[in-house]
């Protein structure tokens, strides 16, 4: 197996992957908050931690991937209080729909995808070893954690704890907001329980009354439940280092005595129009929307076209480019030898391909390889064996690209079909839409799809999407 390396974000350092068991590597991710359906951006996590799991069983390793749902959350509440119904009710559709939405980008599940409703008890034994040890005390129903109590708190953020406050999931807690801030010993501590409101409609019974936990405490108890202490990799996105891991890390830290995970991997946020997009901000582009538009094998190359620590713009442009660079691959795939050994002479690309994945994950300078040695089957003409081709696209999520349909192919499967794209293409010419667009969708009908090619429009096989 070729070294593994992958960015800390606590040492800031590129490390060599070291396992806690021999030839297992156990990874937690940070899942969405199941409060509406999920944007192109909370797909990027789930898009690296699965890919990066498949690449690390490549090299021989048998892998273990935790994408956890989060469905008890103040947002959940508010968002059902909005809408005039159950939070539990809200959080099963979004949770149902969040995976719909991800199943439709052709990649899998998660070995695990625990949600933090049904992880009440390990969440409750964790604050309670937390107030044996005076890490965490009790304040009238709810319960805190005492951040200075730990000594490596900031670690993870590179914070100092002057410069810190607890962000969104705190905010309310401090005066006038909230009467309850007066119950906390410092502004610093943030809620492991929070007492039951009249509002809110989910409650489980504790040792300190009852209530629900708090946001970073469900993670750690997932975490911990399902890899145990000191498993290799924590990644979600970067907008998450504080307040949420450096939470985690302290929790576990304090409770355990151990570290939570050996290595913390952090992807980079999607940015439309240079801010990072989230459902606050209200500049969103919806998944299951960008899926429908483009289809799962364009979403799938935009995403691995950036290093994933690094931000990603989304635009419309950024997609059609992502699109081309797909036609570019199944225009290939036509003049290959299917299922043939590649010749042994081109292996290099192969194993550039394979060094960038082993380099932190290095997708842009895998695809490069990869487009390498597709010039250089190109160059060599028809017979050309796939093996090599399909291994890396395999790795990049993207084996299910078939070989491009040219219109002579689709002529002898469906004349009628390229007949009619004729007619389309006319009266397009002649700007008369509404013909054009009754005969685009008699072509789906058929099963085609019109897609705009390096040389003109091209009809697609629908299933191929």
């Not at 690296?48 to 956890?68: A, C, P, Q, S, W």
């Not at 907001?177 to 509002?199: Q, S």
Request: hydrophobic fraction near 40%.
């Amino acid at each position: 197996m070729r070294e593994i390396r992958l960015h800390d974000t606590l040492t800031g350092k590129l490390l060599p992957l070291s396992l806690r068991d021999p030839g297992r590597v156990g990874i937690y991710a940070c899942g969405p908050t199941v409060y509406s359906r999920i944007h192109i951006g909370n797909a990027r996590p789930f898009v690296v931690f699965m890919l990066l799991k498949r690449f690390l069983e490549h090299e021989g390793l048998r892998g273990t991937l935790v994408i956890n749902v989060t469905d008890v959350n103040d947002k959940i509440y508010d968002a059902a209080r909005a809408e005039g119904r159950p939070s539990g009710e809200l959080a099963l559709q979004m949770t149902d729909r969040y995976r719909a939405d991800t199943d439709a980008l052709g990649l899998g599940r998660p070995d695990a995808e625990p949600l933090a409703s049904e992880t009440i008890g390990p969440i409750v034994e964790h604050i309670a070893a937390l107030v044996d040890g005076g890490h965490a005390y009790a304040a009238e129903g709810d319960v805190y954690f005492r951040v200075r109590s730990d000594p490596g708190y900031g670690s993870l953020s590179h914070r100092r704890l002057e410069n810190m406050d607890q962000g969104e999931e705190e905010l309310n807690a401090y005066p006038p907001h909230d009467p309850t801030a007066a119950r906390k010993e410092d502004p610093l501590d943030f809620a492991l329980w929070k007492a039951h409101k009249p509002d809110e409609d989910t409650v489980w019974d504790s040792p300190w009354g009852p209530g629900r936990p708090g946001w970073h405490i469900e993670c750690s108890a997932m975490a911990e439940q399902l890899l145990g202490v000191g498993f290799d990799i924590h990644g979600g996105g970067s907008d998450l280092v504080f307040p949420h891991h450096e939470n985690e890390a302290a929790q576990t830290r304090a409770a355990r005595g151990r570290e939570l995970a050996r290595l913390w991997v952090h992807n980079g946020m999607i940015q439309l129009t240079g801010e990072k997009m989230a459902k606050s901000a209200g500049n969103i582009a919806p998944l299951h929307e960008v899926l429908d538009r483009y289809g799962a094998q364009a979403v799938l190359m935009y995403l691995v076209s950036g290093h994933y620590r690094q931000p990603l713009a989304f635009s419309v442009e950024e997609l059609q480019e992502a699109e081309r660079k797909v036609h570019r691959i199944r225009d290939a795939l036509r003049r290959l030898a299917p299922g043939e050994a590649s010749p042994a002479n081109m292996s290099a690309q192969r194993e550039v391909f394979l060094d960038a994945l082993a380099n932190d994950f290095n997708t842009p300078a895998a695809l490069a390889a990869m487009f390498d040695w597709v010039r250089e089957a190109n160059r060599r003409g028809s017979g050309v064996g796939d093996a090599d081709l399909r291994e890396m696209l395999g790795l990049l999520g993207l084996g299910g690209l078939t070989p491009l349909q040219v219109l002579g192919d689709v002529a002898v499967t469906d004349p009628d079909a390229v007949s009619l794209l004729g007619r389309r293409e006319q009266a397009r010419r002649e700007r008369d839409f509404q013909a054009a667009d009754r005969m685009r969708e008699e072509l789906r009908r058929r099963g085609w799809e019109i897609r705009d090619g390096p040389s003109g429009p091209e009809l697609i096989p629908v299933a191929e999407r």
